[in-house]
């Protein structure tokens, strides 16, 4: 099936920076578009960054001028660059792919990664 490889989470400080990546691999026809989410503790899994197929991007207001969400093609990679965090950021942190299985006549199915936490705290 379709796999997630996701890394670069951890414990950073107000102000500092980490960068998110992943790797998406299995089967599947073409990926479409790319995107981070994340879900705090007690509060719904929001949208923070997307990236179309064709480089298109959007970011939820409270990390627009801090974060940049990229794309690897040939290494089906997502990555977000996140800088200036502050304790609000603090959340897991999914990777989404929306893919087609099989041709792209099949239409596109949404697939997700494990998560992984970012904690910003002193």
């Known amino acids: 099936q379709v796999q997630f490889a996701e890394s670069g989470g951890g414990l950073v400080q107000p102000g500092g920076s980490l960068r998110l990546s992943c790797t998406v691999s299995?089967?599947?026809?073409?990926?479409?578009?790319m995107a981070w989410y994340r879900q705090a503790p007690g509060k719904q899994r929001e949208l923070v960054a997307s990236i179309q197929q064709g480089g298109s991007t959007h970011y939820v207001d409270s990390v627009k001028g801090r974060f940049t969400i990229s794309r690897d093609y040939a290494k089906n990679t997502v990555y977000l660059q996140m800088g200036s965090l502050k304790p609000e950021d603090t959340a897991v942190y999914y990777c989404?792919?929306?893919?087609?299985?099989?041709?792209?006549?099949?239409?596109?199915?949404?697939?997700w990664g494990q998560g992984n936490q970012v904690t910003v705290s002193t």
């Open positions: 989404n792919a929306e893919v087609s299985r099989y041709s792209d006549a099949d239409g596109a199915i949404d697939f």
């Open positions: 299995g089967s599947f026809f073409s990926i479409y578009a």
